[in-house]
T-cell receptor
Framework: GAGVSQSPSNKVTEKGKDVELRCDPISGHTALYWYRQSLGQGLEFLIYFQGNSAPDKSGLPSDRFSAERTGGSVSTLTIQRTQQEDSAVYLC???????????FGPGTRLTVT | RKEVEQDPGPFNVPEGATVAFNCTYSNSASQSFFWYRQDCRKEPKLLMSVYSSGNEDGRFTAQLNRASQYISLLIRDSKLSDSATYLCVVRSGGYQKVTFGIGTKLQVIP
């Protein structure tokens, strides 16, 4: 079946612009996670959704970052006024009920110039 | 102290060798433990969960030591295809957040 998909796969943007990253989780998966991974670094947790609500936003690095999930499915991560330090791979994962197995999408590679 | 710590490596081992990685965690109340594998420029994928009694899947064995707060992954008879980064993952607390370690890079050499 279809896995987690993310778009775009690559995004190059100028400093100060806003970007939107999209995640389509596996159908029926209620939990959705956003992470980012910088070169040579581990996965940094950003936000978690259960259904449409986000009980844990503790990982969002600043108020320039926001995320929403509608219809318990697609999620969008928005970064406003991008900075060079936002350059990273943004990974989305979904799981059926629990975090026991998270299925990751291929990621969006964001480059801020 | 980081919540989850791993030696980033790289571990360079010859084909057929046995190699082991450890991962330490700081929260004694941590409840669930996993190993994920991440190939270069690819997304992480679950390798195996780690149970209190230890578990084995083919050439891979995972162990949990709660007293010393670490988990381990043992790979026997290493294959070239085992070359990847192995991520330690720990779940703590009553909700769904998990913490990933930085990963240990394994390179199996012909």
């Amino acid at each position: 079946g279809a896995g987690v998909s993310q778009s775009p796969s690559n995004k190059v943007t100028e400093k100060g612009k806003d970007v939107e990253l999209r995640c389509d989780p596996i159908s029926g998966h209620t939990a959705l996670y956003w992470y980012r991974q910088s070169l040579g670094q581990g996965l940094e947790f950003l936000i978690y959704f259960q259904g449409n609500s986000a009980p844990d936003k503790s990982g969002l690095p600043s108020d320039r970052f926001s995320a929403e999930r509608t219809g318990g499915s697609v999620s969008t991560l928005t970064i406003q006024r991008t900075q060079q330090e936002d350059s990273a791979v943004y990974l989305c994962a979904s799981s059926l009920k629990t975090p026991y197995e998270q299925y990751f999408g291929p990621g969006t590679r964001l480059t801020v110039t | 102290r980081k919540e989850v710590e791993q030696d980033p490596g790289p571990f360079n081992v010859p084909e057929g060798a046995t190699v082991a990685f450890n991962c330490t965690y700081s929260n004694s109340a941590s409840q669930s433990f996993f190993w994920y594998r991440q190939d270069c420029r690819k997304e992480p994928k679950l390798l195996m969960s780690v149970y209190s009694s230890g578990n084995e899947d083919g050439r891979f064995t995972a162990q949990l030591n709660r007293a010393s707060q670490y988990i381990s992954l043992l790979i026997r008879d290493s294959k070239l295809s085992d070359s990847a980064t192995y991520l330690c993952v720990v779940r703590s607390g009553g909700y769904q957040k998990v913490t990933f370690g930085i990963g240990t890079k394994l390179q199996v050499i012909p």
